[in-house]
């Protein structure tokens, strides 16, 4: 089967935080992925990112659903920036809705650098 292109690979993250379903978020990430959203200091390796996306789950209670309202993509080389509107649903009736632009370095298949940009007082709002 042939390689996936970057824009694939990003949409493919996307499908998988829209069904919730963290395992699969977890296996488009190379083990040495720099995850850092901005407002906070980065995460090295996916074992660290697990930690992370794992704790801030259990903070809210079980993962509803999660939506990308994307707005727009751009590409250059295996870099994928998308400016979407994050919205995400939990358990406990806490909801998000946030602008972020993300950037997505792909290697092989796999997103290996993955920067969120946004204002820490919207996504807190």
């Given at each position: 089967m042939p390689e996936a292109t970057s824009v694939e690979t990003v949409r493919r993250f996307e499908a998988a935080w829209r069904a919730a379903d963290l395992q699969a978020v977890y296996g488009l990430m190379t083990?040495?992925?720099l995850?850092?959203?901005?407002?906070?200091d980065p995460i090295h390796g996916l074992d660290a990112v697990k930690r992370y996306v794992d704790a801030y789950v259990e903070r809210f209670g079980r993962l509803l659903s999660v939506d990308w309202d994307i707005k727009s993509t751009a590409v250059n080389g295996n870099t994928v920036f998308i400016e979407r509107i994050s919205r995400l649903s939990w358990e406990n009736g806490h909801r998000t809705a946030c602008p972020i632009v993300g950037v997505f370095e792909v290697r092989d298949g796999k997103i290996a650098s993955w920067r969120d940009y946004f204002d820490k007082g919207t996504f807190d709002a």
């Open positions: 083990d040495d992925i995850y850092h959203n901005m407002p906070r």
